[in-house]
T-cell receptor
């Protein structure tokens, strides 16, 4: 158990809908990262937050957004969902924001868009 | 752009066989390099890492050496066990604090 929790574990929704994925980092960790893992694209870094501020951005679509709250939990919002958004979404956390910080991954949220 | 390339799987080995999973990277600057492991139904776990050239990361009998001259970070284990069956991901963290992962290599170890 990494100490990172994600909810829900599974989510089934329809195209065009909007969903919110939630992540609670390990106790004391200030950084949260979001990743998308799909069969065709592999594991892709989406975005990182550190202590409430956006720190780094990867291959995140404009339809997706994230935020980190004062209690350090984070939410990833996916809107206007398409079939291709079906994937496993991972959250990870680390204690600091700097380069070379070890990340600890949550169990993931499996999203299925029908 | 920055990227990671790792050998495609799946890889099937007998117990106690030697394992090598190749990984190469392209990067501007000097990234940190990682191997993560994903067991069935679970999230990724850090297996080992190396932060500078010639560093050797090691954990649970696995090891990998950061080779700047060949831009490689190959994963090795001398004697695999059934419990090592998982998907292994090579990754780099570039100086812009962005992670790039390889596509993963599935390993199955048979008794």
């Amino acid at each position: 158990d990494s100490g990172v929790t994600q909810t829900p574990k599974h989510l089934i929704t329809a195209t065009g809908q909007r969903v919110t994925l939630r992540c609670s980092p390990r106790s004391g960790d200030l950084s949260v990262y979001w990743y998308q893992q799909s069969l065709d694209q592999g594991l892709q870094f989406l975005i990182q937050y550190y202590n409430g501020e956006e720190r780094a951005k990867g291959n995140i679509l404009e339809r997706f957004s994230a935020q980190q709250f004062p209690d350090l939990h984070s939410e990833l919002n996916l809107s206007s969902l398409e079939l291709g958004d079906s994937a496993l979404y991972f959250c990870a956390s680390s204690s600091q924001a700097g380069v070379r910080e070890t990340q600890y991954f949550g169990p993931g949220t499996r999203l299925l868009v029908l | 752009g920055d990227s990671v390339t790792q050998m495609e799987g799946p890889v099937t080995l007998s117990e106690e066989a030697f394992l090598t999973i190749n990984c190469t990277y392209t990067a501007t600057g000097y990234p940190s390099l990682f191997w993560y492991v994903q067991y069935p139904g679970e999230g990724l776990q850090l297996l080992l890492k190396a932060t500078k050239a010639d560093d050797k990361g090691s954990n649970k009998g696995f090891e990998a050496t950061y080779r700047k001259e060949t831009t490689s970070f190959h994963l090795e284990k001398g004697s695999v066990q059934v419990s090592d069956s998982a998907v292994y991901f090579c990754a780099q963290l570039n100086t812009g604090n962005q992670f790039y992962f390889g596509t993963g290599t599935s390993l199955t170890v048979i008794p």
